[in-house]
């Protein structure tokens, strides 16, 4: 969550000719890069805590009941609430399904997936991540007028369904439900003694990462660029981990879910004041990225007013925004309005994770 935060303050406050991707760039490349394990981590840990949710006690009806409702209500926040976090627009001309949407549409599915057995749901997991860089030679224009369902399902895009009307289909539904379901099929290893459970998690990171290194050292299969040596060693590292996000390849799924895995085996064992700052902002992440990005966007409104004198195009769905020459901060601004906009919200996060832990609304469990 907190690196999170770091992603969206490079895109509201990076300057308008910024290319993350450019691995003659290093700062700005691993600036992006870092930020490319949030979202597969979201989507993974999302899945476990559905398996642990249902093994407190709860039946598979009221689990399937839970991640439907849970699902659609995510679905409804990204398209109302989250929307105005981003943009401060009260007109519904421009959607952009993201992250938070395609969490709750990939539990709507899960709620359907966990009647199965659990060898199954790891199988179908296991296609969809493995398998669905085979698709990307298919285009959305091949269905037609059904199209769009395409661009839903694997190949983002910009619609425009109606004369007036922007829809950004941004994360798309195939490869991230696979890493849901994974997550779901993988969490019983939590449930283990501390030792095997340690060991389990880091023989799955290193396997996973050394699995990515392998393929990728091959440019085989499992993302659409091929990396290609450059005229210095940290460009060529650069472009060997620039993986294709939109949609997730396999590939990049297996950089950022590999390392993650050894990162989760040892972090039980780190206690100390900053890891209870972080596992408090942890037991609060939709309050987090709800807060963050209304706090990112008011400061980005007094910046452009303070540089440009405008701040209209902040006013703007994400896919119409245009950043006017002379906005915008360089890289160690940026770090620093991240950590200053982290530490200023933390008081927040601290008191609704205390909220949580106090009471037991059935509400709150949404949240």
Request: glycine content about 8%.
């Given at each position: 969550m907190i690196i999170m935060v770091l992603d969206h303050g490079r895109d509201?406050?990076?300057?308008?000719?910024?290319?993350?991707?450019?691995v003659?760039?290093?700062?700005?490349?691993?600036?992006?890069?870092?930020?490319?394990?949030?979202?597969?981590?979201?989507i993974f840990l999302a899945g476990m805590s559905a398996f642990l949710y249902g093994a407190r006690g709860h039946t598979k009806p009221q689990l399937s009941f839970?991640?439907?409702t849970r699902g659609l209500f995510l679905v409804v926040m990204e398209l109302t609430l989250v929307r105005l976090a981003w943009t401060f627009d009260l007109h519904f001309d421009s959607l952009v399904f993201q992250v938070i949407w395609v969490i709750g549409a990939g539990m709507v599915v899960l709620a359907a997936?966990?009647?199965?057995?659990?060898?199954?749901?790891?199988?179908?997991?296991?296609?969809?991540?493995?398998?669905?860089n085979l698709l990307d030679s298919i285009k959305a224009e091949q269905f037609g007028s059904a199209g769009?369902?395409?661009?839903?399902?694997?190949?983002?895009?910009?619609?425009?369904?109606?004369?007036?009307?922007?829809?950004?289909?941004?994360?798309?539904?195939i490869p991230w439900v696979g890493v849901l379901a994974l997550g779901y099929a993988f969490a019983p290893v939590l449930l283990l003694s501390e030792p095997v459970r340690r060991r389990r998690l880091l023989f799955t990171g290193v396997l996973?990462?050394?699995?990515?290194?392998?393929?990728?050292?091959?440019n085989l299969y499992g993302d659409p660029a091929p990396?290609?040596?450059?005229?210095?060693?940290?460009?060529?590292?650069?472009?060997?981990?620039?993986?294709?996000k939109y949609p997730p390849s396999l590939l990049y799924t297996a950089m950022t879910l590999g390392p993650a895995l050894i990162v989760l085996s040892r972090f039980r064992q780190a206690r100390n004041a900053l890891t209870r700052a972080i596992v408090t902002i942890g037991r609060v992440p939709f309050l987090l990225y709800i807060a963050h990005l209304f706090a990112l966007h008011a400061i980005a409104v007094v910046l452009a007013l303070a540089t440009t004198g405008d701040a209209g195009w902040l006013f703007q769905g994400m896919a119409l925004m245009k950043k006017p020459a002379g906005y915008g901060l360089g890289l160690p601004a940026i770090y620093a309005l991240w950590l200053a906009v982290v530490i200023a919200l933390y008081p927040l996060c601290r008191w609704f994770a205390a909220l949580k832990q106090r009471r037991q609304d059935w509400w709150l469990s949404y949240l």
């Open positions: 509201f406050f990076g300057t308008g000719g910024m290319n993350p991707r450019d003659h760039e290093p700062a700005l490349f691993l600036t992006r890069w870092i930020t490319h394990f949030c979202a597969p981590v979201f839970f991640l439907l997936l966990v009647y199965l057995e659990r060898w199954a749901v790891a199988r179908f997991g296991l296609v969809l991540v493995l398998g669905h769009w369902l395409w661009n839903f399902l694997h190949a983002p895009a910009i619609l425009h369904p109606t004369e007036g009307v922007t829809v950004l289909a941004l994360y798309a539904l996973v990462t050394l699995g990515f290194v392998a393929l990728r050292a091959s990396w290609a040596m450059q005229d210095g060693a940290l460009a060529t590292v650069l472009s060997f981990i620039n993986c294709e």
